[in-house]
């Protein structure tokens, strides 16, 4: 017969004993598995390997670029630039707001990739580009006034980019906080480069400089359009070789005149 005071005592002693085969709270939470399982290893490094590979991704591809004072260093001669032009001011230089991945990336559907239409909300967002190889008739600027066909020069640019999406090949940095690019755009079916097509329109000259010309290795075909339209007498080359007067000339004169003056 078990008298109660047996049995008690043989519980407790059972409870005891799981009690003991049990491992504290406090100890399971600071059990660490063991890092070089197989089973641990290679999911950690697959899931470390993804992050750095999504990072290095949006940094390359996928970040915007505000300014062009903002662009890597990395980038020129290297990478290019999709964006949308948002402002033409001269004949030769336009800004865009720069859209990394396009429509793919979400742009211009994305709740958050809209890109803004009021001057306050572009102020220090968008990125001057000067259109490379090329040189249109001088606006006015400084007080100067502008050459003769400045204004169509730039009615030309505005009609032709304005509002539309291009690609920027990015050369370099000029010494107005602008990037010097080759720029192209889709006219219907066609990728047409810019600075190529203002040339031939006659809307422009090659850039005559003795140094630090851009052309991202389309000198021969510029300097063919310009010919071209030269001998049509298109555009700039309709007035008289006797009283033409290139943008590079026109500058060049009216800085003696401003150095002489002061």
């Known amino acids: 017969m078990r008298w109660p005071w047996n049995t008690t005592a043989e519980g407790a002693s059972a409870t005891d004993t799981s009690s003991e085969n049990e491992i504290p709270l406090q100890d399971s939470l600071l059990t660490w598995p063991d890092p070089s399982n197989p089973s641990t290893l290679i999911p950690t490094l697959v899931l470390t390997s993804s992050i750095f590979l999504v990072a290095k991704l949006y940094r390359s591809y996928l970040r915007r670029i505000p300014q062009a004072v903002d662009i890597p260093p990395s980038f020129?001669?290297?990478?290019?630039?999709?964006?949308?032009?948002?402002?033409?001011?001269?004949?030769?230089?336009?800004?865009?707001?720069?859209?990394?991945?396009?429509?793919?990336?979400?742009?211009?559907?994305?709740?958050?990739?809209?890109?803004?239409?009021?001057?306050?909300?572009?102020?220090?967002?968008t990125i001057h580009v000067r259109i490379a190889g090329i040189d249109a008739p001088e606006g006015p600027h400084f007080g100067r006034p502008a050459q003769p066909y400045a204004d169509d020069a730039l009615a030309w640019l505005r009609a032709y980019v304005g509002g539309r999406r291009v690609r920027a090949y990015v050369h370099r940095r000029d010494h107005y906080e602008r990037v010097v690019a080759s720029v192209v755009v889709w006219r219907g079916l066609l990728r047409r480069d810019v600075g190529?097509?203002?040339?031939?329109?006659?809307?422009?000259?090659?850039?005559?400089?003795?140094?630090?010309?851009?052309?991202?290795?389309?000198?021969?075909?510029y300097r063919?359009?310009?010919?071209?339209?030269?001998?049509?007498?298109?555009?700039?080359?309709?007035?008289?070789?006797?009283?033409?007067?290139s943008p590079r000339e026109f500058k060049n004169k009216k800085t003696e005149v401003a150095a002489k003056g002061s």
């Open 224 to 245: 063919r359009a310009e010919w071209w339209a030269k001998t049509r007498r298109k555009g700039i080359w309709w007035t008289r070789r006797a009283d033409f007067e």
């Open 76 to 125: 020129l001669r290297r990478r290019s630039l999709l964006g949308q032009v948002t402002y033409v001011g001269d004949g030769d230089d336009f800004r865009i707001y720069h859209t990394p991945g396009g429509w793919l990336a979400g742009w211009g559907w994305l709740p958050g990739r809209k890109i803004p239409t009021k001057r306050s909300d572009l102020t220090n967002q």
């Open 196 to 221: 190529l097509q203002m040339l031939r329109a006659g809307m422009a000259t090659v850039y005559e400089a003795k140094s630090g010309v851009e052309f991202g290795k389309l000198e021969e075909k």
